[in-house]
């Protein structure tokens, strides 16, 4: 699998659903990661809170991306190590993903940091969009169709929160 960034949307080349699910893996480890790092650092109770939703929501989608791995597993002979397939795509297009581990750098500055909350949930958007297209299963279509949304609604979240900082 390539991915591109042409003119701010995403294009997916050599799609493979099992490449797709480990991504989203990681792109759903990642907003965990974020979420929690984030709402350890809010003291507020209330965006605190949401901050955890958005965190248990996110593993809620691991889940299911770890559970449509299994199955195509076992139909499909997996060639690839996910941290191999994961290191060989070119990640420019999902910065700040490469960036979560250093996320001490900007959670100093509440703005930054939900900014860049809104710029990764824009992105995962843009991917979920691209996979539902792809994956054999309608079930799987469905619920890819509900963590897009859920995703939005993280999405606005952040940008609400953005605004109450004005």
Do not use: W
């Not at 699998?1 to 989203?24: H, N, P, T």
């Not at 900014?115 to 619920?143: N, W």
């Amino acid at each position: 699998m390539r991915i591109e960034d042409k003119g701010g949307s995403l294009v997916i080349v050599d799609f493979d659903e099992l490449e797709a699910y480990k991504i989203a893996s990681k792109i759903e480890r990642d907003g965990i990661e974020f979420y929690t790092k984030l709402a350890g650092r809010v003291a507020k109770r209330k965006p605190r809170g949401a901050l955890e939703l958005l965190a248990t929501q996110e593993r809620d989608h691991l889940d299911f991306f770890h559970q449509q791995l299994s199955r195509l597993r076992q139909v499909k002979e997996d060639n690839f190590e996910e941290d191999d397939l994961l290191s060989s795509i070119d990640y420019k297009i999902f910065q700040p993903y490469q960036g979560i581990a250093e996320l001490e750098k900007i959670l100093d500055t509440p703005r930054k940091a939900l900014r860049l909350g809104v710029i990764v949930e824009e992105k995962s958007i843009d991917f979920y969009e691209f996979c539902i297209k792809k994956v054999t299963s309608p079930e799987a279509q469905a619920e890819i169709a509900r963590i897009i949304e859920e995703e939005r609604q993280h999405k606005k979240t952040l940008e609400d929160m953005i605004a109450e900082l004005s």
